[in-house]
């Protein structure tokens, strides 16, 4: 499929190292993808769903023991340990290759390795890279076919350079005391063995999407980030940009694919949907910032999505889509999860594999499906997708958008007074783990941009190239804003609707950025006059309004410390710029 020097040489020592049985190019054709379909059911690791109610859909199980991304056992394997950061696990490149390739060597015997061309962004784009991973598993084929743009285009566009991802992926025994997912940034490498789980395996996502790519555009000046990228389309058809960073489950995916409320659909606002995870975003002529999602599709958590909660999320899952450890119902072979209705199927299939009376499995408080089961949809499927999803060119950011789950630090939104400070608001993102998580409410995680465990090299100087990006962008950087839908009450109530009505907050956000409307200043930036949230056509008061959009000064005191333990980690790599904004804090609160 191609004379790339670079690939062939590589995949001759990937040949000679994995001894497989027979070696199959995955060109992206439909007659491809079909027949590796058929073979995956005969062998079982696809199940065919009904193909009236859910056409070219499939069920997978993973084995019980590689349900979700191992971040303990995720390296970044820099040559100088410093460069992989504190916050990083880190092996020497030198011991790694030993051990990973003693680990995977012989390893495809009996087996078809398969080769994946792709490309990270639409074939051809100024933005986008290409990769090859080589697997034995054709799940992992077929969920990258889904999920990356696949075939022999991409070989085209790269022509003969050097400049593409090698991706090793072996499912070897799924054994989790040998499971290992490393990255190589220097080298341009990944290898992923002993897993068969989306999050560690499909290598174009979090390990080439965000922790490669992440080390490249330091070096080639851009930006690979955790964010979701939208576009809200105003009365006047006019669309505006937002990117948008949060920890996992705090919603990226529903405000991606947000539905306006009725006050303001009967207006004519729509939002639309180019990315709900990975944004990788380039200086454009115009000196703005331009963002493109990399991928071609979503690898989203099954429960709790429904009708209510992501209509458009669940209408992407109705056809050409793959599930991973969900439950499946036998009288009409569908797909069931926790929070998709109230009714669970009588004669199901729970996640692992047994037959159980659905009813009464999750009445003695057992889960039919894995909470981190997932659906992997292309995204041509959501009914908001945005024109722009492939077109190739970006769109263009008006703000930057950081959240967490603050139950009442944090007010429902505050923009920050400059870019500098923009990045002191992103390096000190948090979130507070929720009781059904730990048992410990309100324990304070800090993720700064949602990229502490994606950043592919060290946070300080990860930190030190938002900093650098803003002097490039100069008057032309977006804005950047906090958000927190999710304040409580005493009784630990969510206090703001959330869904549909964030848009409400998206709009004052925009406004800002139009220069439109006035704000507050605070020791922590800027907050919205409370009439300047436009409650029109929800049943919600001002006074609840004006509750959370209150800064509390002794609760970011307490803030502060927290903050100070935590730039403690990065030494003297924490940017200057930084301190000075923690000092700034400091001094607004006394
Ligand atoms: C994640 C994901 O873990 O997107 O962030 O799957
Ligand atoms: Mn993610």
Sequence with gaps: MTQNKSIL???????????????????????????????????????????????????????????????????????????????????????????????AKGRYKGRTMYIIPYSMGPVGSPFSKAGIEITDSIYVVLNM?????????????????????????????????????????????????????????????????????????????????????????????????????????????????????????NKGYKVWTVGDDIAWIRIGED????????????F?????????SNPNALATTKKGTIFTNVALNKDTNTVWWEGLDKNPPVNAVEWKGSDVNGVEYTAEGNKLAHPNSRFTAPAINCPCISDEFNSGKGVPLSAIVFGGRRAKTAPLVYQSRSWNHGVFVGS??????????????????????AMLPFCGYHMGDYFAHWIEMGKKLGDKAPKIFNVNWFR?????????????????????????CEGKVDAN??????????????????DFS??????????????????????????GKFGDKLPAELSEQLATLKNNLK
């Design 428 to 449: 000190i993102m948090a979130s507070e783990t929720t009781a059904a998580a730990t048992g410990a409410v309100g324990v304070v995680r800090r993720d700064p941009m």
């Design 145 to 265: 076919e889904i999920m990356t743009r696949v075939g022999k285009d991409v070989l085209e566009a790269l022509g003969d350079s050097n400049d593409w991802v090698r991706g090793l992926h072996a499912k070897c025994d799924i054994d989790d005391e040998k499971r290992y997912i490393c990255h190589f940034p220097e080298d341009n490498t990944i290898i992923s063995v002993n897993s068969g789980y989306g999050g560690n395996v499909l290598l174009g996502k979090k390990c080439f999407a965000l922790r490669i790519a992440s080390f490249q555009g330091k070096n080639e000046g851009w930006m690979a980030e955790h964010m979701l990228i939208l576009g809200i389309e105003n009365p006047q058809g006019e669309k505006k940009y937002i990117a948008a960073a949060f920890p996992s489950a705090c919603g990226k995916t529903n405000l991606a694919m947000l539905i306006p409320p009725e006050y303001y659909r």
């Design 542 to 567: 001002r006074d609840a309004l004006a509750g959370i959009l209150e800064v509390d000064n002794a609760l970011w005191s307490a803030e502060v410390d927290g903050i100070e333990e935590f730039y």
């Design 488 to 512: 409580t009450d005493d009784e630990g109530h969510f206090i703001w609707p959330g869904f549909g009505d964030n848009l409400r907050v998206l709009d004052w956000i925009i406004k800002r």
């Design 287 to 298: 000196g703005r910032l331009w963002a493109v999602n990399p991928e071609n599709g979503f």
């Design 300 to 308: 989203g958590v099954a429960p709790g999505t429904n009708e209510k």
């Design 9 to 103: 040489a590589w995949l001759e020592e990937m040949k000679a190292l994995m001894t497989p049985d027979e070696v199959v190019w995955i060109d992206g054709s439909q007659e491809q993808i079909d027949a590796l379909r058929k073979q995956a059911c005969e062998s079982g690791e696809l199940i065919k769903l009904n193909q009236d109610i859910l056409p070219d859909c499939y069920l997978h199980r993973t084995a019980v023991n590689d349900v979700a991304r191992v971040e303990a056992r995720t390296f970044i394997c820099a040559r100088e340990k410093e460069n992989a950061g504190p916050t990083n696990n880190w092996m020497d490149p030198k011991e790694a290759y030993e051990m990973l390739y003693g680990i």
């Design 521 to 538: 200043e605070t020791a922590i930036g800027y907050v919205p006059k409370v009439d300047d949230i436009n409650l029109e056509g929800l």
